[in-house]
Each structure stands twice: as structure tokens, then as C-alpha cells.
């Protein structure tokens, strides 16, 4: 059986909950841009997957996820440190990311948004013609 050895410890977390707003917890995340993809990782363990929620409203995604504690109800609680409750997350997507065609997979305790560089977005070459006329072309 586990055991309390650091009651002050304890008494720290009980003030922090009684005394701090209730909010949403964090969900830290990385994003880079790879080719032409701009890839989002959430960090969300023992989350179900059925509780996550994401909606896109003019380029802002909303990430909402909800992790229960897996006591029964009824039962006494030894430790508590990891968090439950809801975790949510706001991102404001930039006008170059197609927010149509984002795909999300969740694996190992992580979310993975995968959002395509919209097609007016991406670099194009541009083909100057020779001679007199100073002509150019687009292409793409």
C-alpha cells in the first residue's frame, strides 16, 4: 500500500485547490511546419479518445479533451497527483493554412493535428522570359 511521507506536501495541493480558480488544466504541445504541412502535437495520456472535441471557427481550432479519474466512485483517495478534469487549448490558425482538409490522429497519448499549407500559400516559381519583351510568367 502506498503511503503519505511528505504531508506538507499534501497540504500544499489541498490549499492549491481550494484557494485557486477552478480552470482548465494545460495540454503542452509542439508545432513545426514540415513541407507542406504544419503539424500540431498535443500531449493528452489516459485521455479516451471518444472525449476529445475539436471544431475550427474562423481559423480558430478549439481542442477540448476530458480525462476521468479511474477510481470508482465511492473510493478513498490515497494520492491524487495527476490532474483530472477538462483540458482545453485555443490556436489562431494563420490565413495560409487550409483548414478545410486537417486531419487528426490520436496515438500513445498524443493528438496529432496535420494541417495542410493552403495551395495560395505555398512558394511558386516565376519564369522570366528573355529578350525585349520583359515578359512574365507565372507557374506553379
Known amino acids: ?9 499534501e497540504f500544499d495541493r ?4 481550494v484557494f485557486q480558480p477552478a480552470r482548465p488544466a494545460a495540454m503542452p ?7 507542406d504541412d504544419f503539424i500540431v502535437h498535443f500531449d493528452l495520456p489516459g485521455i479516451d ?18 480525462r476521468r479519474s479511474p477510481a470508482p466512485e465511492g ?5 491524487a497527483e495527476r ?8 490556436l489562431f490558425l494563420g490565413d495560409t493554412l487550409d483548414t478545410e482538409r486537417i486531419d487528426a490522429s490520436y496515438e500513445a497519448g498524443v ?8 495551395e495560395q500559400a505555398k512558394p511558386r516559381r516565376i519564369q522570366i522570359s528573355g529578350g525585349g519583351g520583359g515578359r512574365k510568367q507565372l507557374s506553379n
Open 1 to 9: 500500500m502506498l503511503m503519505r511521507t511528505d504531508p506538507f506536501r
Open 14 to 17: 489541498l490549499a492549491q485547490q
Open 29 to 35: 504541445m509542439d508545432a513545426y511546419r514540415a513541407g
Open 49 to 66: 479518445p471518444e472525449t476529445i472535441d475539436l471544431d475550427v471557427e474562423r481559423n480558430v481550432l478549439n481542442v477540448r479533451a476530458e
Open 75 to 79: 473510493a478513498e483517495p490515497i494520492v
Open 83 to 90: 490532474p483530472t478534469g477538462t483540458f482545453t487549448r485555443q
Open 111 to 118: 493528438l496529432t493535428l496535420r494541417i495542410p499549407v493552403a
